[in-house]
Structure formats: structure tokens, C-alpha cells
């Protein structure tokens, strides 16, 4: 649930992945990135957890992925960015397929925090832990992610779900891994089909 540190980091993922794709070592980069501000943050501190939260999404990508990221286009640079969101964030992979596919392809078309304050009494019921976060750190959580949601161009300015247009080329990428991961995207299988 550390997640809290910011956005979608776009900008900021693709020259970090470009600067991993030229170094070839991720400790390279971070001593980089914190040595010459290359996140241009006001402290260290912000500096080296923003830097920090960037790696570990980037190290759930594949070499191949990685590279996609540098030359794919921006849509498909920023869905292959929340594909690392899920799989760095469980909790975010399970929302991102119990709430935000299941209520595309029942037909409901906007995506509400009521939705996500559901989904969250739902998991605390498993997960304990989940007991002990307080409301403005819950409310925290619920922002950032309704904020990646919003940069990935899954949902709109008013929270309406956007059907993911995954190109061919980043399909077959997907393929390439787990199958499943197709699941953290809102679209119907159908449309699947179209896309290959």
C-alpha cells in the first residue's frame, strides 16, 4: 500500500528506463538520478523515494517491455506503465480487475469512489492490516490511484471508464507474458479479437 507517492510518472519512467536500457544496472541509474536531480525534486528525500517507487515498477517489466517503453507511442507507453502499477500493487491489480474491468464489461460505464470504498471494506475483511490505515491515509490512497487511472487514460475527468485501445504490437506483448494481465485493462474479449 505504499503507493502514495504520486502519479503514473510517465515522463519520469521512460527516461528512467532509457537511462537502465544505456547503464544496464539499476543501482547505476538510482545513483544517477539522485546525483543529478534528474527528477528536478526539491529534496533528497523526495528525490530518492520518488526514484525509488519508479524502479520497482520498472524492474516488473521484461527486458522486451522495457524497450517497448522507449519507442511505443504515448498511449502505449502509459498502458504498459499500469500494467506495471498491477504488478507491482496487488492491491491495485485486484481493483483494477474485480471493479474497474467487471464494471466495463457489465456495461457500467463510470467508475465511482463509492465503488472504491467497496472494494477497500471487501479486502479489509481478508486483510486485516488494511484495519489499521487511517481515513486520510485511505482517502490518500484512493486519490493517487483514481490519479493513474486518470494519466493511463482509463477513466476521464469525471471518472468515466474508458474502453483500453490496446495497439496490436502491444498486445502481442502482452500475450508474450501472462496471459493475464490482459485483465487489468477494461476491455471485452470481443474486442480482443479486433485488436490482434
Known amino acids: 500500500m505504499s503507493f502514495t507517492t504520486g502519479s503514473l ?14 547503464l544496464g544496472d539499476w543501482n547505476s541509474v ?3 538520478v539522485i546525483a543529478e536531480n534528474l527528477l528536478q525534486t526539491r529534496t533528497l528525500n523526495t528525490r530518492k523515494r520518488v526514484c525509488s517507487e519508479i524502479i ?9 517491455e522495457r524497450e517497448f517503453l522507449v519507442a511505443g507511442s504515448h498511449q502505449e507507453q502509459a ?11 496487488r492491491f491495485i491489480a485486484d481493483f483494477a480487475v474485480e471493479v474497474l474491468r467487471e464494471r466495463y464489461i ?22 486485516m492490516e488494511l484495519d489499521e490505515i487511517t481515513p486520510a491515509t485511505r482517502g490518500k490512497l484512493r486519490q493517487v490511484l483514481f490519479k493513474i487511472l486518470r494519466e493511463a487514460d482509463l477513466i476521464s475527468a469525471n471518472n468515466m471508464i474508458h474502453a483500453a485501445m490496446l495497439s496490436p504490437r502491444l498486445l502481442a506483448l502482452i500475450h508474450q507474458g501472462s496471459r493475464s494481465d490482459i485483465l ?13
Open 9 to 22: 510518472f510517465h515522463r519520469e519512467s521512460v527516461e528512467l528506463v532509457a537511462l537502465y536500457l544505456d
Open 30 to 32: 538510482r545513483d544517477k
Open 56 to 64: 520497482s515498477r520498472l524492474r516488473t517489466l521484461s527486458p522486451v
Open 79 to 89: 498502458y504498459l506503465l499500469w500494467l506495471a502499477v498491477c504488478r507491482r500493487y
Open 106 to 127: 457489465t456495461l457500467k460505464c463510470d467508475l465511482t469512489h463509492e465503488d472504491y470504498d467497496s472494494f477497500f471494506n471487501r479486502k479489509s475483511e481478508w486483510h
Open 184 to 196: 487489468h485493462f477494461p476491455v471485452f474479449e470481443s474486442e480482443l479479437k479486433g485488436m490482434a
